[in-house]
Nanobody, 123 residues
């Protein structure tokens, strides 16, 4: 079992930055691919970014490339999502997830999910 706890969300003006953190319990953190998803009101949960088990290979949704950076520190059992140049359309609840997905952008491959952290970007 892995428990995930997100933090770092909040209210920020357009163009601002936030750094989300996802702390995992347990000693198997490094065995999981970590992903970040988001869900806006009335919309489906969508993929934002994922990172390989070693942390050497990141993957991004097209809308996040150049603005978002995913990273992880396996010694601290923590994954991060640095978000820069935020836009109002980035407003959503952001979730971190852990698993061994065959398709990184699909929610079904992630076994464990955090409770989410709200990100609100004002125009």
């Amino acid at each position: 079992q892995v428990q995930l706890v997100e933090s770092g969300g909040g209210l920020v003006q357009a163009g601002g930055s936030l750094r989300l953190s996802c702390e995992a319990s347990g000693r198997t953190f490094s065995s999981y691919i970590m992903g970040w998803f988001r869900q806006a009101p009335g919309k489906e949960r969508e993929f934002v970014a994922a990172i390989s088990r070693s942390g050497t290979t990141p993957y991004y949704v097209d809308s996040g490339k150049g603005r978002f950076t995913i990273s992880r520190d396996n010694a601290k059992n923590t994954a991060y999502l640095q978000m820069n140049s935020l836009k109002p359309e980035d407003t959503a609840v952001y979730y971190c997830a852990a698993g061994s997905p065959s398709v990184l952008s699909a929610t079904r491959g992630y076994n464990y999910w955090g409770q989410g952290t709200q990100v609100t970007v004002s125009s």
